[in-house]
């Protein structure tokens, strides 16, 4: 295994959750931290994907503008209510 340098006040935040019984050793703290690291890249590569896609998507079939957006919002929310009635 690679050597693992923390602050000071890393390696009490990880010595404090063995010490609590949330991971067994602090290899275990740190597959975690890489873990959840490599879950939150992931879920920004997906944004940025999906932000991608809607450019892509709003320059094939146009871009609406905040008014047009507005009165879209306001008319489903209006039939929404109306079909709770």
Same mark, same amino acid.
């Given at each position: 295994?690679?050597?693992?340098?923390?602050?000071?006040?890393?390696?009490?935040?990880?010595?404090?959750?063995?010490?609590?019984?949330? @991971?067994?050793?602090? %290899? +275990? $703290?740190? *597959?975690?931290?890489?873990?959840?690291?490599?879950? &939150?890249? !992931?879920?920004?590569?997906?944004?940025?994907?999906?932000?991608?896609?809607?450019?892509?998507?709003?320059?094939?079939?146009? @871009?609406?503008?905040? %008014? +047009? $957006?507005? *009165?879209?919002?306001?008319?489903?929310?209006?039939? &929404?209510? !109306?079909?709770?009635?």
């Amino acid at each position: 295994m690679s050597i693992v340098t923390l602050t000071p006040e890393q390696e009490r935040f990880a010595a404090d959750a063995v010490a609590q019984g949330r @991971f067994r050793d602090l %290899d +275990e $703290v740190v *597959r975690k931290g890489v873990a959840l690291l490599q879950q &939150a890249e !992931a879920e920004v590569a997906s944004f940025v994907t999906s932000l991608e896609e809607a450019q892509a998507e709003g320059e094939r079939d146009g @871009f609406l503008t905040a %008014d +047009e $957006v507005e *009165r879209r919002v306001r008319s489903a929310i209006a039939n &929404a209510a !109306a079909g709770r009635e």
